[in-house]
């Protein structure tokens, strides 16, 4: 029999059976498995079957920067990670080769908490030169951390060309997004959005909506959300100079869809219609078609179109622009 012990002051009595995304999986008396973060835990006990009041009694598992005994079972086949703020001691007269060691272990339990993010890469290009002379990039870099509950998303990329030496694509971008559940569908979110978009005239926009969105779906590579809430634009444009705030209504539908072994469809649409600025309504629609490489899903081929809607743009600006693109995409998983 095992107790873990949480920081909270809890306790769990059962059975551990493995690691998972940075959480352990512990098996209770009842059956019910529960996945718990591991920087939650303050320590995991096993209870041996000594002769004496708490004769055979182990620590399995802690939190302090004590050295742990031996690991029985599964415990000894999985790797438990220390805490990032809490560094080994080094004694000062260790050899080099003993203290290597200790900064390779300490890199690897670093490395092990980096990989609880989904980490996905996109670049993709055209570069023309002789009578034609054409450089276009796009790229972007997307983390995600989730479990059963949570999710938090951030996003940061951009598109950048120039045709025989003029500049004529400048658009970066930079989001994040956390979604809070318990136990159900619902969810609680925060976004903030942030967009520079030269031939825009847009030197920043920014968006900060809080609300409540619904998981219809929610499964690996199947999902659907939706999410609804108050929100607030800032917004700077140059030639002409002008600053604007407005309070809007943020709703955003996030769908993500395996069309066969080989095709993903991801579809993300945002609106932020204005509240009190009724002639202002701003649309982002970004759709895109995934082609995977390999056997493992980590090479796609990705054709995208993003469209950008202002209806109330910058003097002299139109109201949508549209952008496709090529890319080759990696997902560290």
Not at 90 to 97: P, S
Not at 140 to 163: M, P, T, V
Not at 226 to 233: D, K, L, Q, V, Y
Not at 284 to 308: A, C, I, P, S
């Amino acid at each position: 029999m095992e107790t873990l012990y949480l920081k909270s002051g809890e306790f769990f009595s059962g059975e551990s059976i493995g690691f998972e995304n940075g959480n352990i999986l512990f098996r209770l008396s009842d059956g019910q498995v529960q996945s718990i973060l591991l920087e939650n835990v303050d320590r995991l006990e096993y209870k041996g079957t000594g002769n004496a009041a708490g004769e055979g009694d182990q620590l399995l598992v802690s939190n302090d920067n004590a050295e742990l005994p031996p690991l029985p079972s599964m415990i000894n086949q999985v790797p438990v990670p220390q805490p990032l703020g809490v560094a080994p001691d080094l004694d000062a007269g260790v050899d080099d080769e003993s203290a290597f060691g200790q900064i390779s272990e300490y890199s690897d339990q670093c490395w092990e908490y980096v990989e609880i993010w989904t980490k996905r890469f996109e670049l993709g290009g055209t570069f023309l030169s002789g009578n034609t002379d054409r450089d276009y990039v796009t790229t972007g870099l997307n983390l995600e951390k989730s479990d059963n509950d949570n999710l938090f998303e951030f996003e940061i990329g951009g598109r950048w060309g120039q045709a025989n030496g003029v500049r004529d694509a400048n658009r970066w971008y930079g989001n994040a997004t956390l979604d809070i559940a318990r136990t159900t569908n619902w969810i609680v979110f925060v976004t903030n959005k942030n967009t520079y978009d030269e031939f825009e005239n847009l030197d920043w926009r920014g968006t900060i909506s809080s609300g409540l969105g619904y998981r219809f779906i929610n499964e690996g590579d199947k999902r659907l959300i939706i999410r609804i809430g108050p929100g607030g634009t800032r917004e700077i444009y140059n030639s002409p100079t002008l600053k604007r705030t407005t309070f809007d209504v943020f709703a955003e539908l996030e769908f993500k869809w395996p069309l066969s072994d080989h095709i993903k469809l991801e579809h993300k649409q945002t609106w932020t219609p204005s509240v009190d600025v009724a002639q202002i309504l701003r649309v982002t629609t970004e759709t895109g078609l995934l082609f995977k490489l390999d056997n493992q899903d980590r090479w796609n081929l990705r054709m995208g179109l993003l469209q950008v809607y202002n209806s109330f743009p910058n003097a002299g600006r139109k109201k949508s622009d549209y952008t496709g693109s090529v890319s080759l995409v990696y997902t560290r998983k």
